[in-house]
């Protein structure tokens, strides 16, 4: 169970919680992350050449899809679907809508008004308490929130879930991932106990290399499975829900009900669209490139990653030194080299801060000469300071 | 009160809502038109071009809004916070979600779970009972379905409501309008009794040539204000909700609830705001043209419009024949004219059909003669058929 400390600590941080946190001024750590030359983390900056590339080479002449009909959200929905495996799809404006929708779906079929999930689930903590105040639904919340949920958590809930959420990766403790074979055991548990089963798969195609299996194969433990397109992806916003016939057909009317069914979801349809093709099957790529990055971090005195080998392209890096501190460092380090290795560390107490890095098309386009100048340099500075 | 006969009817309706009907296959009088010369309604079609030149000759630089933040959704907000002499506005994905979540705060604020509105709106037509299914608020259905809300029926109605939704113009009967006094009327008798008022401006832009007034003064009546950006302005999506600053702020937590803070609304925003400069003040010439168009469409044998002279740039026209016969005769006048003056009927019973007038910027480029060409083919037509 969260204290309220801590969720309201992990709530603060829902502002800081993408790659690029343009917005904060007088950020010397922005500033310079900006500045520098060769960033290491993320595809690219959020601006308006992500959705003019997208667009600009597209037949201007596309009809629109209105209100969820129509070639282009139809085409995209069953492309979707046929990537998980699944039968149906519905794209969705945002994951929040989509995943609390999903839910109350089980939810109202089990008659029962509880599900359970992760203490850091999305749902949890960035939502602002959504899936309560509008589908008044219990949580249960499962296992500590420093690691991911294991089949025994599952079997020691004593309180009847109609639902049970996992998220693979679970972002909020660095993309940890439980096995493979833990996933198919919670899966087969789950089903004897009619327990409907969802995946919270905001980053699941970056989990793909390390599992060496398909999204469907993934997705075929579960009953119903939510996307996003504006993570590993790199698009502007949306995701997808997928699961069967009946399911789909109930999220529609909710769509509807939340104002989701937009009269135009195109801007979001055609960027996921154009950005999946780029960069579904580069995912290995950032993977391997992540692994690398990790040792580098440490290699680092006072500096480990979590997990300690990358499962994912993404990774938590722990300093177990001021904020300021490694802010200083970092700013020094991104001005003498044009290395830009984070754009925001995040509190820990007084002694200890961390950052988020995700990679992605950016990675590989960094020279690894100045890279491991960087790290020397840091290792130096870190050192000094000790 | 709505039967639920008449409410499955208008249900029905939802999915032919909008101008340009582009999904029906199958279709004659829509594929007629659209292979019309000059077509009569709208701005133009709903393709992927109105996208690519909204943002187009954008700067690619500039940042995206991240979650709320960022200056390119912070600008928009205090612009039209200030052209509807607000104190401040938030962007929403749709006009559902930020009414809903209007109706909640005022729910809230004064602890009565019930609003009142027309039988005929949005809310209760259009939106799969979004308000009672998320929110348990109930709604008090005022004047019949014919006629827009007078003063009377509000001093009349004898249950306890925290907030009276008023839709300016009354989309659902031809765009019809309360006088402006009547307006003043029931604000001042809402003050007086602490009843919320809220506008739903989805076509507030469309009334203010008729009333004569800015959309400062019309909105100043009200509690809250809502305005869309894809119906007169021509944009892709989205819409703004307006009130004071506490308001505002409770309607951003419940945004994030809905999952309608997305990362990045930029793509709307953008079209909004170029399609909102180029259209804001042309609402005068489409009312001017709707009177006109009206007036072509009364001179007719069994067909009359409602209301009988337009008070915006929308109106419907009623057929006293059947959808058959209608249909048969367009279709045969847009192929010997060019002119197309609507993609869609609507049927009311056997003998009668009605379709939904919208003029923007095509109107003005249809030439007349072959305008009055193609009602007087059609007068000749409806005459040799009775």
Redesign the interface.
């Known amino acids: 169970m969260l204290s309220e400390k801590n969720k309201s600590q992990w709530l603060q941080l829902?502002?800081y919680s993408?790659e690029?946190?343009?917005?904060s001024n007088n950020n010397p750590l922005l500033e310079a992350f900006k500045q520098a030359a060769y960033p290491v983390i993320g595809h690219g900056?959020?601006?308006?050449?992500?959705?003019?590339e997208a667009?600009?080479n597209?037949?201007?002449?596309?009809?629109?899809d209105?209100?969820g009909?129509?070639k282009i959200i139809e085409e995209f929905q069953a492309k979707m679907a046929n990537f998980l495996g699944k039968e149906a799809a519905v794209f969705?404006?945002?994951?929040?809508?989509?995943q609390?929708i999903a839910l109350r779906i089980w939810s109202d079929e089990k008659g029962i008004k509880k599900v359970a999930y992760h203490p850091l689930s999305h749902l949890e903590i960035h939502?602002?308490?959504?899936l309560k105040?509008?589908?008044h639904i219990e949580t249960v919340l499962l296992a500590e929130k420093s690691r991911v949920i294991e089949l025994s958590d599952v079997q020691s809930m004593d309180e009847e879930v109609a639902c049970l959420l996992l998220e693979l990766p679970q972002r909020e403790i660095g993309g940890q991932l439980p096995s493979f074979e833990t996933l198919v055991e919670i899966s087969n548990y789950c089903r004897e106990k009619g327990i409907k089963l969802h995946l919270d798969g905001a980053r699941l195609y970056e989990v793909l290399p390390y599992y060496q299996k398909t999204a469907a194969e993934i997705s075929q433990l579960f009953d119903s499975v939510y996307i996003s397109f504006?993570k590993g992806i790199g698009g502007?916003?949306g995701a997808i829900l997928a699961g069967d016939e009946a399911f789909i057909k109930k999220s529609k009317?909710?769509k509807?009900?939340?104002?989701?069914?937009?009269?135009?979801?195109?801007?979001?349809i055609?960027s996921a669209d154009y950005y999946f093709d780029q960069r579904v099957n580069k995912m290995g790529t950032y993977y391997d490139g992540a692994k690398e990055l990790a040792q580098l971090y440490n290699e680092l005195p006072d500096v480990s990653t979590r997990p300690m080998e990358p499962v994912s392209n993404m990774f938590h890096v722990h300093f177990r030194r001021s904020k300021e501190e490694i802010e200083s460092i970092l700013v020094e380090v991104y001005n003498k080299t044009g290395i830009g290795l984070t754009n925001h560390l995040r509190e820990i107490g007084d002694e200890e801060c961390y950052c988020e890095v995700s990679l992605g098309d950016r990675y590989v386009d960094v020279p690894k000469h100045l890279l491991e100048k960087a790290f020397q340099l840091i290792n130096e500075m870190l050192k000094a300071k000790k």
């Not at 690029?20 to 917005?23: G, I, K, P, S």
């Not at 509807?256 to 979001?268: A, W």
Request: aromatic letters at 12%; a negative charge; proline letters at 5%.
């Open positions: 829902k502002k993408e690029e946190q343009t917005m900056p959020r601006n308006l050449q992500v959705l003019q667009i600009g597209m037949n201007g002449q596309q009809e629109s209105i209100y009909t129509g969705f404006p945002s994951g929040t809508m989509a609390q939502e602002e308490d959504g105040e509008l589908h504006y502007i916003a009317v909710w509807r009900r939340y104002g989701g069914d937009l009269i135009s979801l195109y801007p979001y055609v």
